[in-house]
């Protein structure tokens, strides 16, 4: 059974950094490629970033509103995707989910969801 | 970038109705989208992916079509566990963007 289990959330104020984990079991961690998106209260969906498998080049890509400030990571050995958030602003409060999706494709979906952690971000 | 848009924002519904709902992309992502339905406190569910294709699990009243620039989820009789929102989803680009959702409730 395939489990996504993030951690790391909480009150911080703004300006600070919180680092988030998404822990994973239940499928070849390293052949896939992690992803974050974020809901903010009562709003929808928003793509966060990703990091490629290694057999893809390891690279990532973020969402215009946190390049420069978030960067997502991996430990395949342990099977763990990482989303630091530096320079964390109001805006950036939202439940945060991870996911992954085959590198390979053609087609990217995604049919696995962690339960999502909460950041709160205020002073 | 690629914006996705849905229509309606919303609807009322009853059981047993036939629901439509679209989705529109700024330019044109062939086949490369993909349907989800969010209950309240949940994260969101995988219904359809490559526009027509049904995920496993998923009940076969739930059909979607299209391709290019317009898409739709169709509901042939509305379920009382339907009730939820629904947003389509572009992966013809890795930014992943979604629709702002369509939020199916009871009439």
């Known amino acids: 059974e395939v489990q996504l289990v993030e951690s790391g959330g909480g009150l911080v104020k703004p300006g600070r950094s919180l680092r988030l984990s998404c822990t994973s079991s239940g499928f070849k961690f390293g052949d896939y490629s992690m992803t974050w998106f974020r809901q903010a209260p009562g709003k929808g969906l928003e793509w966060v970033g990703l990091?490629?498998?290694?057999?893809?080049?390891?690279?990532?890509e973020y969402a215009a509103s946190v390049k420069d400030r978030f960067i997502i990571s991996r430990d395949d050995s342990n099977k763990i995707a990482y989303l630091l958030m530096n320079s964390l602003k109001t805006e950036d409060t939202a439940l945060y989910y991870c996911t992954y999706y085959h590198s390979g494709g053609p087609y990217y979906y995604f049919e696995n969801w962690g339960q999502g952690t909460l950041v709160t971000v205020s002073s | 970038d690629i914006q996705m848009t849905q229509s309606p924002s919303s609807l009322s519904a009853s059981v047993g109705d036939r629901v439509t709902i679209t989705c529109r992309a700024s330019r044109n992502i062939n086949n490369y989208l993909n349907w989800y339905q969010q209950k309240p406190g949940k994260a969101p569910k995988l219904l359809i992916y490559a526009a027509v294709n049904l995920q496993s699990g998923v009940p076969s009243h739930f059909s979607g079509s299209g391709s290019g620039t317009d898409f739709t989820l169709t509901i042939s009789s509305l379920q009382p566990e339907d009730f939820a929102t629904y947003y389509c989803?572009?992966?013809?680009?890795?930014?992943?963007?979604f629709g702002p959702g369509t939020k199916v409730d009871i009439k």
């Open positions: 989803q572009q992966s013809y680009t890795t930014l992943f963007t």
């Open positions: 990091i490629r498998s290694k057999g893809f080049g390891g690279t990532t």
